[in-house]
């Protein structure tokens, strides 16, 4: 039995712009032939393919570069309500009442023996 896979939206949609792309590309010639003779000097219809070109992938870049801007908010934003939800959470941080936790930074002995602890590191500063 064959199992088939319904193609998700990134499939379809690159579908579309790759054939959106081409189709362009396929009028490029013919409009170019069409500008030509019309009396069109070759360097300016070249100029003006180009400058269509760059003009459709900087409007593309533009919207990306907002798209982002607007996802990084939203991740900024859901981390805010993150840590306003209460319980002791703090903004990118570790809860605070795990902090209570965990013991304080000193002189002790730990399961690595006796030494200077941060949390439940051992920090030695002769390291061998």
Not at 56 to 62: H, M, N, R, S
Not at 77 to 86: P, T, V, Y
């Amino acid at each position: 039995m064959a199992i088939t896979v319904k193609p998700g939206f990134a499939h379809r949609f690159g579908h579309a712009v790759g054939a959106g792309v081409g189709r362009f590309l396929a009028l490029e010639p013919r409009l170019a032939y069409t500008f030509r003779r019309r009396g069109l000097p070759p360097v300016l219809v070249k100029i003006l393919f180009w400058s269509v070109k760059l003009a459709v992938i900087a409007a593309l870049l533009y919207v990306a570069f907002w798209a982002a801007i607007f996802v990084a908010g939203l991740f900024i934003l859901a981390a805010l309500g993150d840590g306003m939800k209460g319980k002791g959470s703090s903004f990118f941080g570790q809860n605070q009442e795990e902090d209570k936790y965990q013991p304080a930074a000193g002189w002790r002995d730990g399961r690595e023996g006796y030494g200077y602890y941060i949390g439940n590191l051992k920090y030695d500063d002769d390291a061998r």
